[in-house]
């Protein structure tokens, strides 16, 4: 097969790349109480292969993080007593897990038994909610902020670290994003399975949120720091946990809604201009960086995005004031969505299809640049061979195949993903079942 730009190798500070392609992080709501789950060590596993970047879905830095109040985290899901699973759904031992021969494909001998785990934990939730009938039935609230994973306690590194090393032992870099949602799942109209994936948010209000004091957003830039250093701790076999984190600053959640001056009404030091809005997310970025290492960490922007109706007026000097820190610091990389892929008022999609919409932010940024939305095999190799971008991330398109690079190499036809199955929680259907290249 003749080589194209998406498939040739790249240095990434000290991490070598097979090639450009980058698993991005979608969030699916299948990590049952906010904890990782054998199903996504599978779905990570299948998808790693050697000299390969995935960056895994958005981990909470709190419990708070979650759109949930610290004074309910008592009674909430994820800290009630659970019976243990019965005894012969363990068929594999999970912290000796062999990446080398399990979780390849969902087909494969073995897959069962971990399907079976999982499965236990997904009927326990419905049979929490009063209705084990099947999730046909089920009035559980779809998608629950609270099957997000998190990083912010000792169990959730524990969970974490078998799927960590199925990536590690299959030759793959991984990534952690963390996360605050701020505002997003604080909503009096919960979501139901049949607006569970994106294209409906414009019917979700969220709840007005109650504003932050001051000692609050620097317990909040303290999570961060905390996270970051868990995910580095979640070690089993190999050197390392997480080879970094990603600091989601995208996509409406809390940073983002700093630096939105339609959301932002704050007069203090965190509200006003440019530099005060983005004040909790440089706060961040400097914590994050001074616990691991700026060489182990990237940031998510979405600098055109009105998720939620948060408007923006000013997203090139909001993002090119936040890469111009990055620079001060020294981040790894910048990962940045396209205007394309995050407007859905009427005035940003008649300006969102303008071509090279990131380019400032390309040439402003000193480190690896990484950009994201709508992208295909054509584009994303015209984006790398035309030097808009360093590396392409893929979401929807990585979740449908995950033997993505190759079936890039190949030039062979892609499995079509499932918009309905994106957001429910079965940990298998829409997730793990997508089939590879025979």
């Not at 759109?67 to 007593?81: F, K, L, V």
């Not at 994106?198 to 000692?215: K, M, S």
């Not at 440089?282 to 600098?303: H, N, Q, T």
Request: aromatic share 10%; charged share 20%.
């Amino acid at each position: 097969m003749e080589d194209t730009p998406l498939l040739t190798p790249y240095k990434m500070g000290q991490l070598n790349l097979a090639h450009r392609i980058v698993h991005a992080p979608v969030s699916r709501f299948r990590s049952y109480g906010s904890m990782p789950q054998p199903h996504n060590l599978l779905y990570y596993a299948q998808r790693a292969t050697p000299g390969a970047l995935l960056i895994a879905e958005a981990s909470a830095v709190s419990y708070a993080a979650l759109g949930r109040s610290n004074d309910d985290a008592a009674n909430g899901p994820i800290h009630r007593q659970r019976p243990g699973p019965p005894g012969f759904l363990f068929g594999t031992n999970l912290t000796d897990y062999n990446s080398a021969t399990d979780g390849v494909k969902a087909t494969e001998s073995g897959v069962n038994d971990r399907n079976n785990l999982s499965k236990w934990w997904f009927m326990s939730r419905l049979n929490e909610s009063g209705n084990a009938g099947g999730a046909e039935e089920s009035h559980y609230t779809l998608p629950s902020s609270l099957d997000a994973p998190g990083l912010w306690n000792q169990e959730q590194i524990e969970a974490w670290r078998p799927i960590v090393d199925a990536v590690h032992a299959k030759g793959a870099l991984f990534f952690c994003q963390i996360w605050h949602n701020g505002r997003v799942f604080s909503t009096d109209n919960p979501v139901t399975p049949q607006v569970s994936y994106f294209g409906n948010t414009d019917d979700l209000a969220p709840a007005a949120p109650q504003r932050l004091e001051t000692g609050e957003i620097v317990q909040i830039v303290e999570d961060f720091r905390v996270a970051a250093r868990n995910a580095i701790k979640a070690v089993l076999r190999f050197d390392e946990g997480f080879n970094g984190v990603e600091i989601h600053a995208a996509n409406g959640h809390l940073l983002h809604q700093f630096m939105k001056a339609s959301v932002n009404d704050r007069t203090d030091e965190y509200g006003g201009s440019v530099e005060n809005r983005c004040r909790i997310t440089v706060d961040a970025m400097s914590a994050v960086a001074e616990e691991i290492g700026a060489d182990r960490v990237g940031v998510r922007l979405s600098p055109f995005a009105d998720h939620c109706h948060e408007e923006g007026t000013d997203p090139e000097e909001v993002a090119l004031h936040l890469i111009g820190v990055m620079n001060g610091l020294g981040v790894l990389y910048c990962h940045v969505i396209e205007p394309r892929c995050v407007s859905s008022s009427e005035e940003h999609r008649a300006r969102r299809n303008v071509p090279h919409r990131l380019l400032p932010f390309r040439r402003a940024f000193h480190g690896t640049f990484i950009v994201n939305g709508g992208y295909d095999r054509e584009e994303g190799d015209k984006a790398v061979g035309d030097g808009y971008a360093d590396l392409v991330s893929y979401g929807r398109l990585f979740l449908a195949n995950p033997d993505l690079p190759e079936r890039f190499r190949q030039k062979a036809a892609l499995n079509a993903y499932d918009r309905s199955t994106f957001y429910t929680p079965d940990p298998v259907v829409g997730y793990t079942d997508y089939p590879f290249l025979e």
